[in-house]
């Protein structure tokens, strides 16, 4: 290793440290503020919305929060381990997984809000992800927190943070997740396959339209190990922050950080450098001296938000 390379891994590494998300980044919730959900495992509960919430095409005036990472429409959704889109349910899925705030193993917050504070910071936010759209003023706004929550059966040695807000003008919908930094540290419950909060099967992150034939989106890494790391991954450039528009047939993601971080399959091919993680940005990959690189070195963010080909790995 020489020293331009470890000033370059250190400069990175400070780079990801500011932009990720502190709790201060969340939208505002609290006792004060919201309604809250404690004390329970596979539970639900809902909100009537002033105004409706258009997703996929279509009219939701009721939004179900299920404790298990999940939000959905039409009717309470209880499954706690995650299934593979497409399914018959409309989901939106911040981390799908099996919750379990019970032994007081962390809370769950929500409430619908117009309060201008956060009408403003969703503008800003919708801006920052679709700076080529027109400004966006929200009717209404859903916030739902699972704020340091355990996972099922009863664990509370590892817990999770993480932020669903809901947002829509009437027309335009949008939706934001956020996980907090180092916030997300389990990935599966015990009647899931996993054990001690992995392995088995992962949560999932994503949007499900629902019916016969439901279209969907997944965030790269839902129902894989990788999704611990969701937390370091975005669409925006913003470790930690997702940001959606849904009310189109498809969901569509941020233009601006459409790959989100290149992943490292193999811990002795590293990720040189990339620029960005917009379309037609690169990632080099590269081995430490005396090791031959296998696959390819440069990969590219494609407009299918995925990078180009797979990680390479290293070899003597
Ligand atoms: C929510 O809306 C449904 C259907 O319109 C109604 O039956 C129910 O009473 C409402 N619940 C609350 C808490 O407002
Ligand atoms: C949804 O409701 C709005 C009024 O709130 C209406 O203008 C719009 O046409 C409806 N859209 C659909 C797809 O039903
Ligand atoms: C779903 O797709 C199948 C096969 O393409 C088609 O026969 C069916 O009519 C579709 N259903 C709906 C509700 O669109
Ligand atoms: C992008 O990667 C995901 C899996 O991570 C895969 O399901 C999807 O088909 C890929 N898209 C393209 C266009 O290659
Ligand atoms: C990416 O590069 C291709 C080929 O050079 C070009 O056609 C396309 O417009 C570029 N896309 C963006 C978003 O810059
Ligand atoms: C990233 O770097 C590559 C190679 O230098 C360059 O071709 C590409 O345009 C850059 N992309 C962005 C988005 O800066
Ligand atoms: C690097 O990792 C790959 C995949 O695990 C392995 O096949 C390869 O032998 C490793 N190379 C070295 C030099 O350890
Ligand atoms: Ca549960
Ligand atoms: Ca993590």
Redo the contacts with the bound molecule.
């Keep these: 290793m020489n020293l331009g390379y470890l000033l370059l891994l250190f400069l990175s590494l400070l780079l990801q440290s500011c932009l990720s998300v502190p709790i201060s980044r969340f939208y505002a919730y609290g006792e004060s503020t919201d309604e809250t959900f404690t004390n329970v495992d596979d539970e639900s509960t809902f909100l009537n919305l002033t105004s409706n919430f258009v997703f996929y095409g279509t009219n939701f005036s009721t939004v179900f929060i299920n404790n298990n990472g999940l939000l959905s429409f039409n009717m309470a959704v209880e499954g706690y381990t995650s299934e593979p889109f497409p399914l018959p349910e409309t989901l939106i899925a911040p981390f799908w997984a099996d919750v379990d705030t019970r032994r007081g193993a962390g809370t769950v917050y929500y409430r619908e809000t117009a309060a201008s504070a956060i009408v403003s910071k969703v503008a800003q936010d919708i801006a920052l992800a679709f700076p080529n759209q027109p400004p966006f003023t929200a009717k209404t706004v859903v916030i739902v927190t699972w704020s340091e929550v355990g996972y099922y059966e009863k664990n509370d040695d590892k817990l999770n943070t993480f932020q669903c807000v809901l947002a829509t003008d009437g027309g335009r919908s949008y939706v934001i997740f956020l996980y907090l930094d180092d916030g997300i540290n389990w990935v599966t419950g015990d009647a899931s396959g996993g054990k001690d909060g992995i392995g088995g099967t992962e949560a999932y992150v994503g949007f499900n339209s629902g019916g016969q034939n439901a279209t969907y989106f997944a965030v790269q890494g839902s129902r894989t190990p990788a999704v611990i790391d969701i937390e370091t991954t975005s669409n925006v450039e913003v470790a930690g922050l997702w940001i959606f528009q849904v009310n189109e047939a498809e969901i569509i993601t941020s233009p601006i950080g459409s790959c989100g971080t290149p992943d490292q399959l193999y811990a002795n091919a590293t990720i040189l450098s990339?620029?960005?993680t917009?379309?037609?940005?690169?990632a080099t990959y590269s081995c430490e001296n005396g090791y031959n690189l296998v696959g390819v070195s440069v990969r590219t963010?494609q407009s299918s938000g995925n990078w180009s080909g797979s990680p390479p790995y290293c070899q003597i």
Aim: with cysteine; charged share 0%.
């Design positions: 990339y620029n960005t917009t379309v037609n940005s690169t963010c």
